[in-house]
């Protein structure tokens, strides 16, 4: 059964780079879509965007500039970096098999505080 | 970005009781190879969320007989034929037609 886990901190400045890992155990990663979705505390969710192993990405529009997905097949890893985080970034981010989400990783809050 | 609205919000039900939540999207979600793209999830309290049903009806692996998906177009709906304790949580419907993704506001379903 695949499983996913997210890591990274778990509070991150204002205007630096938000860095999650997503780590794929029980699969390869060099197969399938890679997705990334998060949800702000207490509302509802929000696709981010997603990756194929073979590092096609397709991102949300309203985050777009500041979002890059990346994978590392050797770490069976993938990747979010959002750059110039505001409050508004505040949310539990979850990391997710497949291009619509079929299996998903426990969620990580990230806080963007001073 | 399609609008996915769903009714009701919340929805409180009597174990063994049916249960139904409705979903419209602003626009089809029936693609040119034939599909359509809806997604129907649950998330449980303090967990994430679970697919439930994709491409509108078809179940997904381990998801109990008792939750169904209908609809097309633009109007969809979930049932449970019989809500059991562990159906308690919100439910969420989501279009995969036209990126980005984007979901319902969720129903919370709770036991009377």
């Known amino acids: 059964q695949v499983q996913l886990q997210e890591s990274g901190p778990g509070l991150v400045k204002p205007s630096e780079t938000l860095s999650l890992t997503c780590t794929v155990s029980?699969?390869?990663?060099?197969?399938?879509?890679w997705s990334w979705i998060r949800q702000p505390p207490g509302k509802g969710l929000e696709w981010i965007g997603y990756?194929?192993?073979?590092?096609?990405?397709n991102y949300n529009p309203s985050l777009k500039s500041r979002v890059t997905i990346s994978i590392d097949t050797s770490k069976n890893q993938f990747s979010l970096n959002l750059s110039s985080v505001t409050a508004a970034d505040t949310a539990v981010y979850y990391c997710?098999?497949?291009?619509?989400?079929?299996?998903w990783g426990q969620g990580t809050l990230v806080t963007v505080s001073s | 970005d399609i609008v996915m609205t769903q009714t009701p919000l919340s929805l409180s039900v009597t174990p063994g009781q049916p249960a139904s939540i409705s979903c419209k999207s602003s626009?089809?979600?029936?693609?040119?190879?034939?599909?359509?793209?809806l997604y129907w999830y649950l998330q449980k309290p303090g967990q994430s969320p679970q697919l439930l049903i994709y491409?509108?009806?078809s179940r997904f692996s381990g998801v109990p007989d008792r939750f169904s998906g209908s609809g097309s177009g633009t109007d969809f709906t979930l049932k449970i034929s019989r809500v059991e304790a562990e159906d308690v949580g919100v439910y969420y419907c989501?279009?995969?037609?036209?990126?980005?993704?984007?979901f319902g506001q969720g129903t919370k379903v709770e036991i009377k």
């Open positions: 626009q089809s979600l029936l693609h040119s190879d034939g599909k359509t793209y």
């Open positions: 997710a098999r497949g291009k619509y989400a079929v299996y």
């Open positions: 491409e509108v009806s």
């Open positions: 029980g699969g390869s990663i060099s197969s399938f879509y």
């Open positions: 989501m279009q995969g037609i036209h990126f980005p993704w984007t």
């Open positions: 990756m194929y192993y073979n590092g096609n990405t």
